[in-house]
């Protein structure tokens, strides 16, 4: 059963554009959302999180949208750069703490000059 | 800026062997995780660990694996007999009272 399904599965996005990752759950139960970073060889790193009693956060160029109805969140980069090009990871859990992450299948992002 | 640390980077290991990885999480952290990311695939939870016990664990986590924090500062994933499916990357996780979690870089485990 897959918690979070997330798209697309490759993204390829010219320097300056924006890059669109989707996510969707089927847990109501979930509140907190965070999106991840991963470069090749290292540890997934916590970029942005949103939780569902706001419909967006930004922080810098990254932004979360997301639609606690349809539930999907999204995540937004802005004024892509070759150096965002990594695997992007969102997540979803149920409690503040101590808790599993269910993680989507990640997006390769190529961001290219 | 503090950091989540394992060690080693790189594990290669015979079939049926017992391996250790070991993290030391951030120190004022009480919340403690593996998961592991077979090449190509998503990360995927193993175990969760609070209080000196386990709080939470996947149907990945069977008898072959076992979690202890023998010390302050340490938090160690061991598998009693490998398979040749156990070849991933571990990573330890760590968060202290919010829901963020903090990943180390990762032990690759090659088990041939």
């Known amino acids: 059963q897959q918690q979070v399904k997330q798209s697309p599965q490759s993204l390829i996005v010219q320097k300056g554009g924006i890059s669109i990752i989707n996510c969707a759950y089927e847990?109501?139960?979930?509140?907190?959302f965070p999106w991840y970073q991963q470069f090749p060889g290292k540890g997934p790193a916590l970029l942005i999180a949103?939780?569902?009693?706001?419909s967006e956060k930004k922080e810098g160029r990254f932004t979360i949208s997301f639609n606690k109805s349809a539930k999907q969140f999204s995540l937004h980069i802005m004024d892509s750069q070759p150096g965002d090009s990594a695997t992007y990871f969102c997540?979803?859990?149920?409690?503040?703490?101590?808790?599993?992450?269910?993680f989507g299948t990640g997006t390769s992002l190529t961001v290219i000059p | 800026e503090p950091e989540v640390t394992q060690t080693p980077s790189h594990q290669v290991t015979q079939m049926g062997q017992e391996v250790i990885l070991r993290c030391v999480p951030i120190?004022?952290?009480?919340?403690f995780y593996w998961y592991r990311q077979i090449l190509g695939q998503k990360v995927e939870f193993l175990v969760s660990?609070?209080?000196?016990?386990?709080?939470?664990k996947s149907e990945i986590f069977d008898d072959q694996f076992s979690v202890e924090r023998p010390d302050g500062s340490n938090f160690t994933l061991k598998i009693r007999s490998t398979k040749l499916e156990d070849s991933a990357m571990y990573f330890c996780a760590s968060s202290r009272l919010a829901a963020e979690q903090f990943f180390g870089p990762g032990t690759r485990l090659t088990v041939l």
């Open positions: 847990n109501t139960a979930f509140d907190y």
């Open positions: 997540a979803a859990s149920t409690r503040d703490t101590g808790n599993q992450f269910y």
């Open positions: 949103i939780r569902p009693d706001v």
């Open positions: 120190s004022n952290h009480l919340y």
């Open positions: 660990f609070y209080n000196n016990e386990i709080s939470e």
